[in-house]
């Protein structure tokens, strides 16, 4: 079964910080370019962080750049968001995906940052 399960989220103070982990199947993480996405409400889903098949390069949107570092690990079949220095704006659900999108989506994870 084709599967996209994210964990990690959670409450946290401004400041704080947290990491999500992303599992997938074998074929997936084989195959695709992987990216974080979230959506805020009232929100578009955006992408804040891809990493290339290999590791071996890695983007994240302006927002996010210096405090979020994406990695995976293709041998767990796992894909990992360090959040550090998390802000109030980066509350939002939190979903892994490939690049380019998959047909779809996992549960997300909710991250909530208070001020």
């Known amino acids: 079964q084709v599967q996209l399960v994210e964990s990690g989220g959670g409450l946290v103070q401004a400041g704080g910080s947290l990491r999500l982990s992303c599992v997938a199947s074998?074929?997936?993480?084989?195959?695709?370019?992987m990216g974080w996405y979230r959506q805020a409400p009232g929100k578009q889903r955006e992408l804040v962080a891809s990493?290339?098949?290999?590791?071996?390069?890695?983007a994240y949107v302006d927002s996010v750049k210096g405090r979020f570092t994406i990695s995976r690990d293709n041998a767990k079949n796992t894909m990992y968001l360090q959040m550090n220095s998390l802000k109030p704006e980066d509350t939002a659900v939190y979903y892994c995906?490939?690049?380019?999108?998959?047909?779809?989506w996992g549960q997300g994870t909710q991250v909530t940052v208070s001020s």
């Open positions: 074998r074929s997936i993480f084989s195959s695709n370019a």
């Open positions: 990493i290339t098949i290999s590791g071996g390069s890695t």
């Open positions: 995906n490939g690049l380019p999108l998959l047909r779809y």
